[in-house]
């Protein structure tokens, strides 16, 4: 996974949140490197990518600063847009 996640662009990395998420896989050591992931490729992320992430995490109840509250802000920065 670590060779892979560098790779993924944001479409894929939320793809691949979203698919661990449906599965209801926990695996943590996974989740801590694509919340780091996401954290990094934050500005390249687009909106519907960051939620999706945000979404994934939430439904496996993964909280991983900083990744959390940048995907949460910038959210929030393209809300009134929605």
Do not use: H
């Not at 954290?39 to 909280?63: I, P, T």
């Amino acid at each position: 996974l670590p060779d892979l996640l560098p790779d993924m662009n944001g479409r894929a990395l939320a793809e691949f949140s979203a698919a661990l998420a449906a599965a209801e896989l926990w695996l943590p050591v996974a989740l801590e490197q694509i919340s780091d992931e996401a954290a990094e490729k934050l500005s390249f992320l687009r909106v519907a990518d960051s939620l999706v992430l945000l979404a994934a995490l939430a439904q496996l109840r993964w909280d991983r600063p900083p990744a959390t509250p940048m995907l949460a802000s910038r959210l929030a920065e393209f809300a009134p847009k929605l």
